[in-house]
């Protein structure tokens, strides 16, 4: 992205952020008509493209075909050995995110939206200051905020980057570390100690909740618990960190009992938090967690909207798309009621994988809910079984009748959650699946077992 010289210049709408979000919505916005800013400090694409999701994926990627040799080799069918060029690896990550960031950039400037490299800091309703980059004051009748989150450390748990760092520090290593402790298992520490556990990295995961994968309901997290450990990961769940540090070239970590656990690397994955700090004269509040309040249009303040991580309600890159694109409908005229994300979609990525969509078990039950589960195993799915790796389940959760959740684990259920999504969105019953033909053999066969599987009330 490129600097531009606007003076103090006039928009429609100013967007604060270029991640997936505000990137979205301007695209929307000019391609509907209004003259459009939007503001972005660092590379288009936001953290999910810079330093989150697409440089993971690529990781995870490299290291894809040593787990599905690894399952074969179980059973007896190949040997030999593959390396994993991490050097080569890390430029063709490199590569790819400047690239894919480039070529947003100019597919917005096609779409007739003006790019401002800087820091785009509210000063009041409708007004903001550009600075570290262009410096420039710009005005608009409306402003959305999409300024994302970062890396979220508790005191005595801060990156320090030597030997104790965050996931962007991680991302950029030149070179892969013998051990590596990972504090936080959700899906950011699970994705990274997936790819460094196939470099042989020795792991350790730490999380202080009862459970891997806290957001997940217990008989996912277990059965990951099975499969890491097989892996050869040491997984220590309801552990309390009590501090970690760089002390004589290793990261130290001291958990709350007094065990002291050393590694060459740690990783801080405990979470993200909101980048507010260009916000204090946006004219908006922030929850307890530190997010932005929003109201039923996405609405932090009059004509100022704000979406994705900064609100808090989802924090995933196609949530923010999802949002942007609707406040820049809104402010078009085409959105007249409230905002609905619908049944929304989210995935654990590695050798074995998690897809959720809509509620959960645990969530309905903590509601004063007694949802219905159904359960089928992936050892009935032939591709899962073709490809040698049959651990796993696909669930179905019901709220009396109506389908409102489903999740899976197992080899490469990512693949299952748009078909899942509008399984759950449209409510579908075993009686309403019969409009349905399932293509034989593939893995949505396993969608269609657990929603005509038998179906037990679920209990605390």
């Known amino acids: ?181 990972i504090v936080g298992a959700g899906a950011i520490g699970m994705e990274f100690s997936d790819f460094f556990s196939a470099l042989g990295v020795k792991v350790t995961l730490v999380e202080g909740m009862p459970q891997l994968v806290p957001a997940e309901d217990a008989d996912i997290a277990e059965e990951l618990r099975k499969i890491v450990q097989k892996s050869g990961r040491v997984c220590l769940t309801g552990q309390k960190v009590a501090s970690v540090l760089t002390r004589g070239g290793q990261a130290e970590l001291t958990l709350a009992d007094g065990r002291v656990l050393t590694a060459e690397k740690a990783l801080i ?40 991580d900064v609100n808090g309600l989802a924090l995933l890159a196609h949530a923010a798309e999802h949002q942007g694109e609707w406040a820049a409908r809104r402010i078009l005229g085409l959105e007249k009621g409230e905002y609905s994300s619908g049944p929304v979609p989210s995935c654990i990525f590695g050798h074995v994988e998690i897809m959720r969509v809509g509620r959960t078990a645990k969530e309905l039950l903590a509601s004063g809910s007694r949802p219905g589960v159904a359960v089928s195993p992936m050892s009935l799915n032939p591709i899962a079984q073709a490809h040698g790796s049959s651990t796993g389940f696909v669930k179905a959760v019901r709220q009396g009748d109506v389908l409102v959740g489903m999740a899976a684990i197992g080899h490469n259920v990512s693949h299952l959650v748009t078909a899942a999504q509008l399984l759950v969105l449209h409510g579908h019953t075993p009686e309403t699946l019969r409009r349905f033909m399932f293509a034989h053999p593939t893995l949505d066969e396993s969608l269609k077992n657990v929603l005509t599987a038998p179906e037990t009330i679920a209990v605390l």
Do not use: W, Y
Not at 6 to 17: K, L, N, Q, R, S
Not at 35 to 44: I, Q
Not at 275 to 285: D, F, I, S, V
């Open 1 to 181: 992205m490129v600097n531009v010289s606007v003076g103090g210049a006039a928009f429609d709408v100013i967007v604060v952020g270029g991640g997936p979000g505000g990137a979205a919505a301007a695209g929307v916005l000019a391609r509907g008509g209004k003259k459009v800013a939007l503001v972005e400090e660092a590379g288009l694409g936001g953290t999910c493209l810079n330093h989150g999701c697409i440089p993971t994926k690529f990781f995870l990627a490299a290291t894809a075909p040593l787990g599905a040799l690894r399952d074969h080799q179980r059973h007896g069918i190949v040997s030999g050995e593959l390396k994993v060029d991490f050097a080569a690896l890390q430029k063709r990550k490199n590569r790819f995110v400047q690239g894919a960031s480039a070529a947003l950039g100019k597919a917005l400037q096609v779409a007739g939206v003006t790019l401002i490299q800087g820091r785009g800091v509210c000063k009041g309703a409708g007004l903001v200051q550009c600075e570290g980059g262009t410096q420039a004051t710009l005005r608009a009748a409306d402003v959305i905020l999409a300024t994302g989150s970062r890396a979220a450390a508790f005191p005595g748990l801060e990156p320090d980057g030597a030997a104790v760092l965050d996931s962007t520090m991680l991302l950029s290593l030149e070179r892969v570390p013998e051990s590596l402790i």
């Open 269 to 308: 994955a405990v979470g993200r938090k909101a980048n507010t700090q260009a916000l204090e004269h946006a004219g908006c509040a922030l929850d307890k967690r530190g997010f932005v309040v929003t109201n039923a249009f996405l609405e932090a303040a009059p004509h100022c909207h704000a979406i994705g």
